[in-house]
Every structure is written in C-alpha cells, then in structure tokens.
C-alpha cells in the first residue's frame, strides 16, 4: 500500500517562501495503450500470465523508485499489460526478484498488508482528485480504497468484488487482476482516457517503486497519474446487487433476581436485506431495510472527565460506503488545533441509543432497548464524468419503547421518538479541475410525544464550501461556511442554550443570557484558509469561527461553540535520503484562540517531527507551550476560569515495521505551572508473527494524571453559586490483545479483548472564589478539616463552621471497568458473500475505589454477557 505521508498538525503566523519545489508539469505522463480483447477467450485468472489474449498488448515497465531513493533505478523492475472486454478491466504484473526465496509472503486480514504487493490505481473519472485502488499481495491478500482530495484520504471501507490470483516462480512473482467494470464509475465517451498509477512495495528494502513518476513532495498523487489510452466503445454498467442477511443471537448474563427481563438469557433471530443499484454508471442507489447493526469489533473503552461526547468512528456498511461524499468536516486544518472531528454529518446520530429515561416506581423493571431501530434508508450518491458529486441520504427510524413491569401491571413509556433524518450534498468541479465548490443542507424532524420535549423538534444545518488551487496545485485557498438552526418547546431550546457545548448560563459572560421563551436557535460558523501543498517546504495558515449559537448535535458532531481563533502551520521535510537516515519532517504550529467576548483564552504554540533511520527504525516527539489558558467550559457554567500554563511534550520509537517481532513504544507528559497539574502516560506495542498466517499484538498503556482543580459539582451556599473542586488523582490502565490467524487469505480466526480500568480518588476539596486571579492559590478557598466529613457516600459541608449543614454532595470517587473482547471466524466463501460466526464478551461496571487497578480488574471481570452470533450474508450480483 502506498505509504502514505501523514500531516502532523501545526502552524505558524507568516507566509514560507516555497524553494526546491518541482513543477509537476516538467515530468513527462507516460501513456499505456491498450486493447479489446475481442473473440479470443478472456484470461483466466490463476496468477499464469501465459493466456493468448495477453498477446494483444505490450508489456510496460521501467518503475522508478518513489521512496526512499526518488527517481532511481528500483532494485528490482516490474511490468504490467492492461486489457479489457464488455465486462471487465484486467491487469498483469511481472516482479522480478532474483531471490525469489525469500519474497516475504505473509497472510493479514483484508486490507491490512505485509509482505510484498503490487497496487493498480485507476483514475476513471479523470477528475484528478479520486481514484480507486486494488491492491493484491503475494500471499493473495486483497485490498481496496477508494481515494479522495488528490491523495489527501484513502478510504479502505470500500469493498467492491474483484478477481486477482498470485504466483511465485523462479524469476520472481507474477499478479493477475480482473476488476469488472460495474465496480468503477466512468463516463461516457466513445474514445476514453483514465488515469492509472502503479505501486510496488518491495519488502526485503522496504522500498516503493512507481509506473509513473511522482514526486515525493507533489502537491497531490491522482493529478500526477499517467494515462491509460485505448478504451474504446466502454459501456456503461448498471450495477444491481442484493444483499440478504441472517443473524441468530443468543445473550447470556446474569440473572437478576425479580425482573423479569433479566432472567439469565434472551434470543432472537433477525434479517434484513442492503441493496444496490446503479441508476446510471455514475449514480448509485443503495438502501437498506432492517439494517444489521452487529459489529464484530467494539468500540475502545474511554471515559472522559471534561463533560464533552467522545467521537467514535462509523463501522455500519451502509453509511461507510462514500461517506467520503457525505464528509463535511468544515474544521480541519495541519495545526491540529481546530476541532477536527467537527462536521455535519455523523452517522452514529442515525440509530443511537435512545434518548429517553424510564421513570420507575418502587418495585418496577424496565426493559429497555439499547438501540434505535432503522426502519431503512436510501442514498444515491456518486461522481458524475462532468464533475458533479452527488450525495441524497434519507433515513427513518423507529418509535422506541420500554416495557415496564411490577410483576403485575405492565405499560410503555416512550424513549425515543418517530425521526426522519436527511442529508443533501453536492460539490462541483471546475477550472480544469482546480477549483470546486459545493453545498451541504441536513434535516432532522421529529415526531416528539409529551415526555420527550425536551429533544428538538427539528434541526437543520447547511454549508458552503469553496477550494481553489493554483500554480500547478502548489497553492490552494479554502473557505468553509455552516448554518443551523434548531427548533422546540421552550424547555428544549433552553437546554441547549445551557449545555456544555454553549453555556449561556456563565455569570461573567455579559454577551451571553439564557432567554427562556425562544423556541429556536440559530448559529454560524466556517473556517478560511490559505497553504502551500508542495516542496519541501509547506505551510497552511487560516481563522476559524463557531458563534455560541451554532448547533450540529442533533446529525452532525461539535464540541465546543462561542469561539473563534487563528491558526498557523509550517513544514520541512526531506525526499531524499541523507548519510544515516531515510527522511525526516520538523513541524511549527501556533494557535490564538477568543470567545465572542473578545476574551483571550489560549496561546499555543510548539513543534513536532519524526525521523526515519536508515535500519527502518522511526522516531519521532514533539512540544507545546500554552502561555496564556483560560477556560470557558471547566466550571460547567460558572465563570471563565484560569487554568495554568502548561508544557507538553512527548518521543516515541517504532522499530522496523518488517521484522517478525516489532515493537513501538511512546512517552508523553504534560506539566502545568505552579504545580496545578501533571499528567504522564506510557504505552506501546508488541507484536509477533511466528508465522506468515499468526500474528499476536499487545498493546498497554497506562497514564497517570494529577489535576488540583477538577470539578466536582455546583451546589448552592447563600443563594450564591459555589463551583466545587477537588484534587484528582486518576489512574488508567489498559492492554488490549489481538491475535490474528489467516487460514487463507479468505478464511481467518481474529480475537481482540481488550480490559480497561480507570479509578479516581478526590481530596483537598475546594470552592472557586477568585476564578482568573493571577496565583493558583488565589482562585480557590480550601475547606478546613472540620468543614466537611463524609458520611454514606455523602460529603456534607459546613462552611460557616455554625453545627449546621450548609450544602453536601456525593462522593466523587469512582472506579470504572471495562471487560470487551471478539473471537470471530470470517469465511468469505464467494467473492462478496460471507459467514461470521462471533463469540463475544461485554461488561461495564463501577467496582471498588479503594482498590489498586489490578484488584480492581480481577475482582470485577468475573461475570460478563455473553453474545454468541452467526451471521450469513448473500451478495446476488448482476
């Protein structure tokens, strides 16, 4: 697979002028020509590359070495042919290798390479911004991506139906690929051209070697493609595919004693059925009905003190595929700085959990579901040949209820409503390519009962997005701008005002008021800027804006809102090897941030890098320094609060990726000023291939962190707001384990278990009195010994030292595990089709926080849910 070189966010504030840079249009685009089969029998695709038709085309080499020596000869040449029928592309490689013993043939999971492969990327839409790629490996593994933005996003969720087959004989290896057309989209035209690039990892060196030159420090890789000549007459195939799904699922856990929902175990037999179907060669439908929402890996085990959500990525199949189409993240930038994980679109809106609580009386159970139904959605999506990208989701899901019981008497209670979500997108090319401009618009409605005002009763948002490029793609503008507005009861609207992603409820923000009778909100944002996308040396700087009164939750996915900041990058790096390492890149990122106050409330500033040494080995650290920190969200609606200036810094190393026992191993740690905080965590890798087909990888990390003013809660003392805190000493502990056994590259055994702890202990409680006075110990007032106890779990303050309570609050302390594993057998046994049969094991539960973390873990991953799942699925294809 194409190593891809990975941006590390930074910034800087000044423009860097552009030096050692090459002009891609000085490297000449070499051209493949090739022919229709005809009447003679198509290839057989065995890996033998000795069939007749193969006779119609030449043969086409001299590769050039892409890393780590650019532009020199490779240590070994490769060939390919390309032909085509009615129905299919195909594609021959020849590898040579004079050792052809030792060509490294090691089994993974799709899409996760080792060993020696060859990749072919076809440019179809001759957009010179996407591609799709097919990689097969020596040992058989496929892999496919779909490539977006010039390079910038390789997307292995794609999984379209291709033949290949490999074979090693005494001049090397030898790749045959037969890729059918209706897995492409191309345009019409009687006489076509498509881009095409080749890759071949040679293992023994780790060295990338290309058909058509690219630089390493291009401003893209699809606009750098060579041509494919000779497609005459294409017919554009209308893509119709049915997939059909079964899944039997038996829960076991224990039982609870009374409920009748928990008595030890439940089954349940369900199907559904995904399909898709191509309007045009350019358009595709797909739709889902039913849709399984089983995944065979869980989502990481995290918590999070601050009160923000935590992104987790989208792992469905039907909102994977495009989803490069729907991507709306309007907040990224090389600074890192910027929200990244924003956008208006996240899938894992559409079918989450309910949103709703049962209200129980004494000796009532609740039977309630952990997921919405999607009763089904559609989306027609797709790039058409003129530069138009096209994306249209809709999606219903289902009224949600909890079945509630005392033993005799049984009702519902609804906990989520009747909703319909969806998403428009569009973008178009123009300016040969150069520039593009699109839109986006979303819609939630819902249908709320009485208990459920509080969501909103609808949300929209939409965005304005504009790239342009110039000088060869060397230099680009982007401007990015959203809308949303939410609409609701009082009630709802007031609670989002006051959430932490706003908090119009901050008694210092005089710019900011909670009005109680609006029964909709509407916010903006964007983001602008401007970078150099080539050379050694790149740079990117741009401001970024979110109003308080922006709101994308309901589809999309924001952290924060009120804030706009400016942000700045700079880059060097090599593309050419020194006396004792491959390459290196050094970064510089800086970043001033306000509310809509005007209230500065961060200065960052640092750099990062990694070096990649001559015996493959990578090392890589970096800094930041935030001499001004004050924040907006930390008292959860009380006032700005200063934080201290903190220093963080991190290294890590990775041995050589090839080896059969690697490893990798980081360090990171985060220091605020007068002793406020401190933070460490140390983790890495491990990971062992006995074999070419098992694979072990460990991989612990445990941290430490030390905050004196995290916050507790806000109580009330004399109708004055006291925001509590407390010193916090947490510890996390975590070591995840998968094995990996490939029987054949279609046919493989995986298991991941991964055990997680976090546990808090809190002391030296404290209330906020001066919050952005200048000295640490000027902002707080710490009880005294005699003003607070704890009695049952309750903390019960007397500040006024008079006998009597004035306020209490419950004992932070906490202890969280986590216990998450899969054993899954995966048997694709057509090309499509496949049979999962899942083991799996879940348990969260809060243990003792006065136990170490290895107690903790033992004494608590002792009686977890057991999910035991087959799941078939049938691709029909015409």
Not at 203 to 216: D, L
Request: with cysteine; aromatic share 14%; glycine share 8%.
């Amino acid at each position: 697979m194409m190593t891809r070189i990975k941006y590390i966010a930074l910034l800087i504030g000044i423009f860097i002028i552009p030096r050692n840079a090459i002009a891609q249009d000085s490297i000449p685009k070499r051209i493949y020509k090739t022919n229709f089969i005809g009447d003679i029998p198509a290839p057989k695709i065995d890996g033998v590359i000795n069939d007749k038709a193969w006779g119609l085309v030449d043969w086409s080499g001299n590769y050039v070495q892409w890393s780590p020596n650019e532009n020199t000869e490779p240590s070994y040449q490769t060939k390919l042919k390309f032909l085509y029928d009615n129905k299919n592309i195909y594609v021959a490689f020849r590898c040579y290798d004079e050792e052809p013993d030792k060509i490294v043939n090691r089994l993974s999971r799709r899409d996760g390479f080792d060993g020696d492969w060859v990749e072919i990327n076809l440019g179809s839409l001759g957009d010179k911004r996407t591609a799709y790629s097919f990689t097969i490996s020596v040992s058989g593994v496929k892999g496919e991506e779909f490539i977006t933005n010039d390079g910038a996003n390789w997307d292995n969720t794609w999984n379209p139906i291709w033949y290949a087959k490999t074979k090693i004989d005494n001049e090397g290896w030898t790749a045959e690929i037969r890729i059918p057309l209706s897995q492409v989209k191309f345009g019409k035209g009687k006489d076509q051209t498509w881009g095409v690039q080749s890759t071949r990892r040679f293992f023994r060196k780790e060295e990338r070697s290309v058909w058509q030159r690219s630089p390493q420090n291009a401003p893209g890789w699809v606009s750098s493609f060579g041509e494919l000549k000779g497609l005459k007459n294409l017919v554009p195939q209308k893509q119709l595919e049915i997939q059909p799904y079964f899944v039997a699922k038996l829960n076991t856990y224990e039982a609870e004693p009374n409920n009748p929902f928990r008595d030890g175990s439940d089954f349940s037999f369900d199907g559904g059925v995904d399909g898709k179907l191509g309007v045009t060669n350019d358009l595709t439908l797909d739709f889902t009905v039913n849709p399984d929402f089983g995944q065979i890996e869980a989502d990481p085990s995290a918590i999070a003190l601050d009160g923000f959500q935590i992104f987790f990525p989208e792992q469905r199949p039907f909102f994977i595929e495009n989803k490069n189409i729907f991507d709306y993240k309007y907040s990224t930038s090389f600074s890192g700085t910027t929200f990244g994980f924003n956008n208006l679109f996240y899938s894992r809106r559409i079918g989450r959990a309910p949103q709703g609580n049962v209200n129980l009386e004494v000796n009532e159970y609740a039977d309630m579901p952990n997921i919405t139904t999607m009763l089904g959605a559609a989306k027609f999506s797709g790039k058409t040949k003129d530069g138009w990208s096209i994306g249209v989701l809709e999606s219903v899901t289902a009224k949600e209820t909890a079945d509630i019981t005392d033993g005799s008497d049984n009702r519902k209670q609804t906990v989520e409503p009747l909703t319909n979500y969806f998403v428009g997108r569009i973008q178009k090319d123009f300016n040969n390519n150069n520039t593009f401009i699109g839109g986006i618009f979303t819609a939630v409605n819902r249908d709320l009962p009485e208990n459920l005002e509080f969501l909103h009763k609808s949300a929209y948002t939409a965005g304005l997005d504009i790239t342009h490029q110039w000088k060869n793609r060397k230099y680009y503008f982007k401007g990015n701008f959203v809308y949303s507005n939410v609409n609701g009861t009082e009630e709802a609207i007031s609670n989002t005002q006051q959430t932490i992603t706003r908090l119009f409820q901050r008694v210092d923000a005089d710019y900011l008021e909670v009005d109680p009778t609006k029964t909709s909100l509407t916010g903006t944002g964007g983001n602008l800027q401007i970078g150099k996308a080539s050379g050694n040396w790149r740079f990117e700087t741009g401001v970024l804006w979110h109003s308080p009164e922006l709101e994308l939750n309901d589809i999309g996915f924001q952290l924060k809102a009120d804030d706009y900041r400016h942000y700045a990058w700079a880059q060097y790096r090599t593309t050419k090897p020194r006396k004792s390492i491959r390459a290196f890149t050094v970064n510089y990122f800086h970043n001033t941030s306000f509310d809509y106050g005007n209230n500065l409330n961060e200065i960052t500033f640092g750099s990062n890098g990694w070096v990649n040494l001559n015996n493959n080995w990578f090392i890589n650290g970096g800094f930041s320094y935030k001499p001004i920190n004050f924040s907006n969200f930390a008292l959860r609606g009380g006032p700005r609060l200063k934080l201290a200036n903190n220093l963080f810094h991190r290294f890590g190393v990775i041995s050589d990726g090839r080896k059969k026992l690697r490893l990798s191993a980081n360090y990171s740690a985060n220091y605020g000023s007068q002793k406020a905080y401190k933070f460490h965590q140390i983790g890495g890798q491990l990971t062992y291939q006995p074999t070419n087909a098992l694979q072990v990888s460990l991989l612990p990390s445990f941290s430490t962190n030390e905050d004196k003013l995290q916050y507790v809660t806000t109580t009330n003392y004399n109708n004055n707001s006291r925001y509590v805190n407390a010193t916090i000493n947490q510890q996390t502990l975590t070591f995840p384990l998968r094995v990996d056994y490939i029987l054949k590259p279609n046919l493989s055994i995986q298991y991941w278990g991964q055990p997680f702890i976090s546990r808090g202990r809190y002391k030296d409680f404290k209330y906020i009195n001066n919050p952005i006075a200048s000295k640490f110990e000027n902002r707080f007032t710490s009880y005294s010994e005699n003003a607070i106890a704890l009695n049952n779990g309750i903390y019960s303050v007397d500040e006024n030292l008079d006998g009597a309570e004035d306020y209490s609050f419950s004992n932070p302390n906490f202890s969280f595990v986590q216990w998450r594993s899969n054993l899954v057998l995966r048997w694709e046994y057509i090309p499509g089709s496949e049979l999962y049969l899942v083991w799996s094991q879940d348990l969260s539960t809060f243990g003792d926080f006065n136990e170490n973390l290895r107690e903790g873990l033992v004494n608590n991953i002792t009686k977890p849910q057991n999910i035991f799942l087959i799941k078939a699925t049938y691709r029909f294809i015409k």
